[in-house]
């Protein structure tokens, strides 16, 4: 009896693990289920770190096709430790960044991140970022809505020399 109770939960629990595991995977490859369906994201890139530098810009396109805003509250990049979502703002004459806790994205609308607006400041790698690499790029929203995406890992010289952007980076998520 005590062995026939053992088998069943190991039975019970190695099923259990095993919904969870292909349930993670299918996530992984593309499958996309939680939150917002009707958010979409464009051309997301990540500048490599330039020898020393303690941080660097992420850019990208979110639009919402929505009859609602959506509050971009934070973000999270593969392989750093911090990701601050910042605009450039004209101030007495000159040019300054400033952190952005919360970011409409209008309904009807998108906003585009790029250099001399908002952008996503990314800090302290925890491994390089190698150009050409897929890193995953997270998007959270203030209703608890989600957006699982990847950003290309570019060099500056690519940024501003003309290099057309792959697609990399284009996806519709939760």
């Given at each position: ?158 940024m501003f020399g003309g290099k057309e952007k792959s697609n990399a980076g284009h996806h519709s998520h939760h």
């Amino acid at each position: 009896m005590k062995s026939s109770v053992i088998k069943t939960l190991i039975f019970a629990l190695s099923t259990f693990i095993g919904f969870n595991a292909s349930a993670h995977q299918g996530h992984e490859h593309g499958e996309h289920h939680h939150g917002s369906e009707q958010l979409s994201v464009h051309n997301a890139t990540v500048r490599a770190f330039l020898p020393a530098a303690p941080s660097t810009a992420g850019y990208l396109v979110i639009e919402n096709p929505t009859q609602q805003n959506k509050v971009l509250v934070k973000a999270a990049l593969e392989g750093v430790k911090r990701v601050e979502i910042h605009e450039h703002v004209h101030k007495e004459d000159m040019m300054k960044m400033q952190r952005v806790d919360e970011l409409v994205i209008p309904a009807g609308k998108s906003v585009t991140f790029q250099p001399g607006g908002y952008h996503l400041m990314v800090f302290e790698p925890i491994e390089t970022l190698k150009v050409g690499e897929q890193r995953k790029l997270t998007l959270y929203f203030a209703d608890g809505d989600r957006i699982f995406t990847v950003a290309e890992v570019v060099a500056l010289a690519d940024m501003f020399g003309g290099k057309e952007k792959s697609n990399a980076g284009h996806h519709s998520h939760h």
